[in-house]
């Protein structure tokens, strides 16, 4: 049996040919996702068995996947975030985790600011109305002069700032890390996480999935927003407590929403469905071409680094090896 390497995003195999190919050159039998979705935890347990590598989306690698996988070397993870990987247990094992900051950034931040034109203009409800033969007019909101608060400043975040000011909106902003330099550059102003909820006319999360994170946004923070302030969720699904979020958009305490990413994936049962004042697209703030071919060729460097003892240009558990790894981070999102 040669060296495996299981390859789990779909988008990976259509756009990247030429990657699959140097790593094919090296002499690796390449396993590709068979059922075009994410893979279950059973599908990842019968499928991971043998291999040294792994390119990853947001398919589960959890303690039970990673015990399944006594030859695993390096996970590389198509996108930014880690969430769906046990850090732990892969620092355990010395496996090295690697990511792609930087590479679908521009892309999640313009499909944020798509999302927040069609619920300020609610572009989705008069598109749906057509197509029923109706003809309605709706009364929205022109973002020149509003508040986009912005909950996380990374690199997602920062290229959204830049889209919004060419719509003339005022940024603030809230992070655990302030970037105050690239705030003055800007002319973005950071408050208080409940001053912020106050006070800003959009709120767009670009932050990362944890402990610390996850339903940051419930009926207490919710409460605290405008009643006439829409909020955009191309992060993390877990960051917003959908159930809160579905009574407060029912019973008119929030204006709108606009979700990429939900707590499950996809929501076939969410409540959220039924509401007019939701716009909601299926996790692809990654897909485009552009941003496809950067995560692709960026995570086959790392992978190919790693599985050659050499130092991956981003690793998120340095621990695990004494190399002098480039930090990479868990960043804004993943694909």
Not at 132 to 149: A, M
Not at 229 to 254: F, M, P, S
Request: hydrophobic residues 40%.
């Amino acid at each position: 049996m040669g060296r495996e390497i299981l390859i789990t995003p779909r988008t990976f195999r259509l756009a990247n040919a030429e990657q699959a190919g140097k790593l094919e050159e090296l002499g690796y039998k390449l396993i590709f996702n068979p059922y075009g979705r994410l893979l279950t935890e059973e599908e990842m347990t019968n499928l991971i068995g043998g291999v040294e590598g792994i390119i990853v989306g947001l398919d589960p690698l959890g303690i039970k996947v990673l015990e399944s996988a006594p030859n695993l070397k390096v996970i590389s993870k198509y996108g930014v975030g880690v969430d769906n990987i046990d850090m732990a247990e892969a620092s355990r094992r010395k496996i090295i985790v690697t990511n792609t900051p930087g590479t679908n950034s521009l892309a999640v931040a313009e499909l944020t600011m798509g999302l927040i034109l069609n619920v300020a203009r609610h572009i989705c409800c008069s598109d749906r109305k057509i197509r029923e033969g109706q003809w309605g007019k709706y009364q929205g909101f022109e973002l020149k002069g509003k508040s986009l608060g912005l909950i996380g400043s990374g690199q997602i975040g920062k290229e959204v700032a830049l889209l919004a000011k060419g719509f003339g909106m005022k940024i603030i902003c809230y992070d655990l890390k302030p970037d105050q330099e690239w705030a003055r550059k800007v002319g973005a102003t950071y408050l208080k996480f409940e001053q912020l909820l106050a006070a800003a006319d959009v709120i767009s999360l670009h932050l990362p999935l944890g402990d610390d994170t996850y339903h940051l946004l419930s009926r207490e923070e919710l409460n605290i927003m405008k009643p006439t302030a829409i909020l955009i969720n191309t992060a993390r699904g877990g960051i917003i407590d959908e159930e809160v979020l579905y009574l407060a958009l029912k019973e008119g305490r929030l204006a709108g929403a606009a979700l990429d990413v939900y707590e499950q994936e996809p929501p076939a049962d969410s409540p959220l469905r039924s509401l007019d004042n939701v716009v909601m697209t299926s996790h692809m703030g990654a897909h485009t071409r552009e941003a496809i071919g950067a995560m692709g060729r960026l995570a086959v460097e790392n992978l190919i680094a790693g599985l050659a003892g050499r130092r991956p240009e981003f690793t998120v558990n340095v621990e695990t090896s004494g190399l002098d790894y480039k930090v990479g981070g868990r960043g804004d999102r993943n694909a």
